[in-house]
């Protein structure tokens, strides 16, 4: 291959511009023993990723358990769910026993209203049946006045005649 397109290609791979198909051509020259004299530093490079490529780890791995904490949070953001329906639940009866308390209070205050002004009424039928009571006296004692001045109406027409 022509030195010059080496050259491109390696300036292309410095500017991480190649594709694979370019990066196997360069790999290619500089494991060769044809390598320009000016380029020898690359090989080393190029000779490291090969014997590399060779290279395997083989102690084996030894992974992290998963951590609990992330099945904790899902349980704790459950019962948080739990708790704010029950808090919820039990807030609402509280309210409405609270606005039934409040609605008994104002039915009671209305109702003694009614009941005082009952009572007032009542005082006002007691006034009217006493004088209803003084007003039948004062009949009785005009039917009595009425009866004694007919009997002596009659009397004095039969003395008359």
Do not use: C
Not at 11 to 16: F, G, I, N, P, W
Not at 34 to 62: D, M, R
């Amino acid at each position: 291959m022509e030195l010059a397109n080496i050259e491109k290609l390696l300036q292309k791979y410095l500017e991480a511009e190649t594709t694979l198909q370019e990066e196997a051509i360069l790999r290619e020259y500089f494991t060769s023993n044809q390598v320009a004299p000016h380029l020898q530093e690359y090989g080393i490079l190029f000779g490291y990723f090969k014997q590399n490529q060779s290279e395997t780890f083989t102690k084996t791995i030894q992974l992290k358990p998963e951590k609990t904490s992330n099945k904790n949070w899902k349980w704790l953001s459950v019962a948080a769910s739990v708790a704010l329906l029950v808090s919820v639940f039990i807030g609402k009866q509280e309210y409405e026993k609270h606005q039934e308390r409040k609605q008994f209070a104002q039915i009671k205050e209305a109702l003694q209203m009614v009941s005082s002004n009952l009572n007032k009424g009542n005082d006002a039928l007691y006034a009217v049946s006493d004088n209803l009571g003084k007003g039948n006296e004062a009949v009785n004692k005009l039917s009595t006045y009425q009866n004694t001045v007919n009997k002596a109406n009659t009397i004095l027409d039969k003395a008359n005649y």
